[in-house]
């Protein structure tokens, strides 16, 4: 017997889970895709905005050696934010172990699918601090800070993340996109799952490295991809895949 659900699951439009899952079948068409790719490799490039406004970070003199198993234990999602903006040691410590570019290779601390770096990281930060109020994007090789929106408006920010309702104070917004086309040249479908893997990836970096920081960093699921990508002046490529709350 055919119930209600039953058919209403078939007139649903395939999942990404459906349409990228492997099977003996499909394995030898990716197998196929990737050693296209490999034949024609391409070089690492990392994002950057010349001609907006550059706001170099500190260099670490001092090593960090933080505790992961106490990072682990004292990680929480809370709701009661700082609004102070971190300082930019702070601040430059966590980008640069978070997302940063190691060495000459140009690869980070998160895995990534055939190491083609397809993460960005930017944020938005409505306190006044020693930045100006705006939108930032990361340069994790030149390690520095590129101002590419100079409005941010708290509220308009937290109506496009429903699920931060519960959320007071926060002094900025954790926003990681991928770019599509880079892991999708390589992977076809399957390349869109790797970019969800490799952005959970990236956040629990940058909850783990705010735990040991003394700062806070709540990730959201419920937002306005569209919105938060046209605020970021994203190409239409680019799938904003994660966003968070800090201070």
């Not at 010349?50 to 670490?60: A, D, E, H, I, V």
């Not at 109506?159 to 104070?169: A, K, M």
């Amino acid at each position: 017997m055919i119930t209600q659900e039953d058919e209403l699951n078939e007139d649903a439009e395939p999942s990404l889970l459906t349409t990228s899952e492997l099977d003996e079948t499909r394995f030898p068409e990716l197998r196929d895709l990737v050693l296209a790719s490999e034949a024609e490799p391409t070089e690492i490039e990392c994002r950057s905005y010349p001609g907006y406004p550059r706001f170099p970070l500190p260099r670490l003199r001092r090593r960090f050696r933080p505790s992961l198993d106490r990072a682990l234990v004292e990680r929480r999602s809370q709701q009661c934010l700082s609004l102070d903006f971190p300082d930019a040691t702070t601040l430059s410590r966590l980008l640069r172990f978070a997302h940063g570019a190691i060495a000459s290779h140009r690869r980070g601390p998160v895995p990534s699918a055939g190491g083609l770096q397809a993460l960005e990281l930017y944020f938005a930060s409505w306190q006044p601090s020693w930045l100006p109020v705006g939108i930032y994007h990361y340069d994790r090789v030149g390690h520095y800070l590129s101002q590419i929106n100079q409005s941010c408006d708290a509220e308009k920010w937290k109506v496009n993340i429903p699920s931060c309702r519960r959320l007071t104070g926060g002094a900025l917004i954790w926003i990681i996109v991928g770019e599509t086309l880079r892991v999708k040249a390589k992977y076809g479908l399957r390349g869109e799952r790797f970019l969800l893997l490799e952005a959970g990836h990236l956040m629990q970096n940058l909850c783990l490295l705010s735990s040991s920081l003394g700062l806070v960093t709540v990730p959201q699921g419920a937002f306005y991809e569209r919105w938060i990508a046209k605020e970021l002046l994203l190409p239409r490529s680019d799938a904003v895949l994660y966003v968070a709350f800090a201070g």
